[in-house]
């Protein structure tokens, strides 16, 4: 790894989860990046994978054709089989799973989120001014919902009532896709065409930018994960 602060470490196109791989490879397919990089890619309708909880997988599906009428989410139990199927905005792209069961979906393509309920029951969480291409969520210790938009250089920050607002207060790098927060509540973006990585405190202030020697040295990062010393972990796409 490479030590950038005291708070984070980088460790260039390294997956430390090979159980969840394995499950991965029951219902997506996987694309090993050229060097560096594990990347879950979508062929044609079929599912991404991009969430786990106890028990269960939640994966996008995302239609062959264009003009198709939904998205969805569909879980998928620990015997392999799609045990519901819940309709989100257009294009589906990041999911992420809060400590109540909630699910949420950043929708690509209707700049929105949607919230679908431990019941069941379904919100489309309305797009603030600066939402733009919703790519990636993360979400923190107390269920608050960051999402990354690709299209407008910024995160939106989600709280548990529902409310949503542009969380950065100048621009992070072009194209934000990868979003992941650290254990004190910092949030860092992989800047995905300008090779570098955001760091956003708690006050959505910009503290730091990673350069490309750093973290995109061998491409362009495009997904973040943080483990439980706070070491960050970028995959990065060539």
Do not use: M, W
């Not at 519901?84 to 809060?98: C, M, R």
């Not at 029951?121 to 790519?135: E, R």
């Not at 650290?182 to 006050?203: E, R, W």
């Not at 350069?211 to 706070?230: C, H, K, R």
Request: hydrophobic letters at 40%; proline letters at 4%; glycine letters at 8%.
């Amino acid at each position: 790894h490479v030590d950038v602060d005291a708070g984070a470490q980088f460790v260039h196109g390294c997956i430390r989860l090979p159980i969840l791989l394995l499950l991965l490879a029951h219902v997506a397919r996987f694309h090993v990046g050229q060097r560096h990089a594990l990347r879950l890619q979508q062929r044609a309708y079929l599912g991404v994978v991009q969430a786990v909880e106890v028990g269960a997988i939640f994966f996008e599906q995302r239609p062959a054709a264009a003009n198709a009428a939904l998205d969805t989410v569909s879980k998928i139990d620990s015997s392999g089989t799609i045990v519901a199927t819940y309709p989100t905005g257009d294009n589906p792209h990041g999911i992420a799973i809060d400590s109540a069961g909630n699910i949420y979906t950043a929708n690509y393509t209707s700049h929105n989120v949607t919230r679908i309920a431990a019941d069941g029951s379904i919100t489309t969480i309305a797009p603030t001014p600066a939402q733009l291409n919703p790519y990636a969520i993360a979400i923190d210790s107390s269920n608050n919902v960051y999402v990354t938009n690709e299209g407008s250089r910024s995160v939106t920050k989600i709280t548990t009532d529902g409310s949503a607002a542009k969380f950065n207060s100048t621009n992070t790098g072009v194209t934000p896709r990868g979003i992941a927060i650290d254990s004190s509540g910092n949030v860092f973006t992989a800047n995905y065409s300008l090779n570098t990585v955001s760091k956003i405190d708690t006050f959505g202030v910009i503290v730091a930018t990673y350069p490309q020697a750093t973290v995109g040295a061998y491409g362009q990062p495009e997904a973040l994960a943080i483990d439980s010393s706070d070491n960050l972990y970028v995959t990065t796409f060539v």
